[in-house]
Nanobody, 121 residues
């Protein structure tokens, strides 16, 4: 069991950067793969990025490859999502999740409350 809590969302202009943070607590952080999902208004929740519990492998949605980067700091029980070259289409609520490594939301059992990212034109 683990409880992720996201932070770092906000308003940014197109082309700008933002770093999201997720701090997880409750058990051993390294027992879980971590992932980021997002949900825009009127759309389904979609996979953004995931990283294995050992931090040796990461995966990204095609829409964010080359722009977003996921990383972990096990000493801080934290996972980060560095978002560069942000576009208005990236506007969504971003969720941090803990569970088994993969691109499907059902792989993840523990979810944060979400943090809003808004990218203006």
């Amino acid at each position: 069991q683990v409880q992720p809590v996201e932070s770092g969302g906000g308003l940014v202009q197109a082309g700008g950067s933002l770093r999201l943070s997720c701090v997880a607590s409750g058990r051993t952080f390294t027992d879980y793969a971590m992932a980021w999902f997002r949900q825009a208004p009127g759309k389904e929740r979609e996979f953004v990025s995931a990283i294995t519990r050992t931090s040796l492998t990461a995966d990204y949605a095609d829409s964010v490859k080359g722009r977003f980067s996921i990383s972990k700091d096990d000493d801080k029980n934290a996972v980060y999502l560095q978002m560069n070259s942000l576009q208005p289409e990236d506007t969504a609520v971003y969720y941090c999740a803990a569970g088994r490594f993969g691109y499907r939301s059902t792989f993840y059992d523990y979810w944060g409350q979400g943090t809003q990212v808004t990218v203006s034109s």
